[in-house]
């Protein structure tokens, strides 16, 4: 009797499961699914179950334990929901899957939010992609990567594969890519060219000035993001050209004269000619040339260069510095513009020390409203002691005078400090929002070791 015992209960587990992907394909599809009742039941037309949906393809992967799943559960009922992602990537890197009974709720909740679909095409494992198929709503899944190769692979997969073979060789990988690049469909070509971001050099210089002539607008935009890091390439040249054209250093002065057209050639190196609203057209194609020419070309240190006097185009000429900064990844620019615009995508070309370093001095420096929490989410995690000192500093402090302010850097320390700090969140203050992130940071670091028994 023994013996029967777990099999029956993964019998009841699918079967459970069938039953919550009809239910869910019935609500969505409404009278669709009436006049069809073979896409969710048996082929007679009743509510049962198909026969080829009556036995769950045998898995491969080993599920996660019994506690690291009830944690799941807890997180998608509501509680610390913001972990969720974490939680999937952390279980994802341990190439386990997650348990039957938890995949109705979970592939619901990737047909709500895409965000956390990436890791869903592994943990799902077979019963997942047996359920997607059964249920159009969560058809979603079958589009994300399983692990499959190039050739054999839907798109996520073939982009996950294009993306660790770019790791390990960078030329082979874009090799790879040319020869498939005419088959591809349009989307594809336009993600595929991001993939080439990773170990970007000169030599994928020639294969990106050829996407410039791209069809796809999203195409050409991706190589020219490309080839705006390479300082060296023709379209980098070209919008140097742009640049001094419009720009003229002399002692500490900055004149400058925007373009007064945008031209076939400007599109083609992805200037894009209708800005958005609020914003004039010369201003526009001004922003886009300088944020696209080589940092290299102004000759003087950014420091000293936001210094200058520019007498028109003064934030035109600033705002395009801080995309170029970031386009171009550039470390002293980054960390020149953040002084004068400390946004949260200037910290991405930053090293992760750094990164931690200047959100610290920022947070002893600022008050806490919208932007101190812009900074603080993009800095990258976990958060170590220097970063999380400064920020449980800043609760306290506010916590003696807006208690109710509180709320979102609270969530924010708890989720992206490192919780093996738990112990100093703990020790550190007994106020009452510092425990709460104590609390969070104990949640998570037990959630890790559920992962990793």
Known sequence: MGTDRRPYQGDLLDAAAVEVARRRAGRKTGAAAQQAPHAAGRGDGSSGVSPEAQAAPVEERVAVGRRAAERLVRIMGGEHERLLPEWLAAAAATGRRVPPYVLPELLEKGRRDRSIRVHLGVLAGQRGRWLAGLNPAWDYLLEEPTGETWELGGAADRRAHLRTLRTADPAQARRLLESTWERETPDDRAEFVEVLADGLSMDDEPFLESALDDRRREVRQAAANLLTRLPGSRMSQRMAERARACVTISRKVIAVEAPRDCDKAMERDGIRPKPPRGIGERAWWLQQILARAPLSIWG???????????????????????????????????????????????????????????????????????QLIMVLGGVSSHWREGLATAVL???????????????????????????????????????????????????????????HP
């Open 300 to 370: 003087h240190p950014p420091a000293a260069l936001i210094k200058m006097k520019i007498p028109d185009w003064d934030a035109e000429v600033k705002a395009a510095w801080v995309r170029a900064a970031v386009l171009q990844k550039d470390p002293e620019w980054a960390r020149a513009m953040f002084g004068w615009d400390p946004i949260a995508d200037l910290l991405e070309s930053l090293p992760a020390d750094e990164q931690q370093k200047l959100a610290a001095d920022f947070v002893k420096k600022h008050d806490l409203d919208s």
């Open 393 to 451: 500093r800043k609760i306290v402090k506010v916590a003696t005078r807006q208690p109710w302010n509180l709320g979102e850097l609270v969530k924010l320390a708890g989720e992206r400090i490192d919780p093996a700090l738990f112990p100093l969140a703990l020790s550190y203050s007994p106020v009452e929002s510092v425990q709460q992130v104590a609390a969070l940071l104990r949640f998570r670091a037990d959630m890790y070791k559920e992962l």
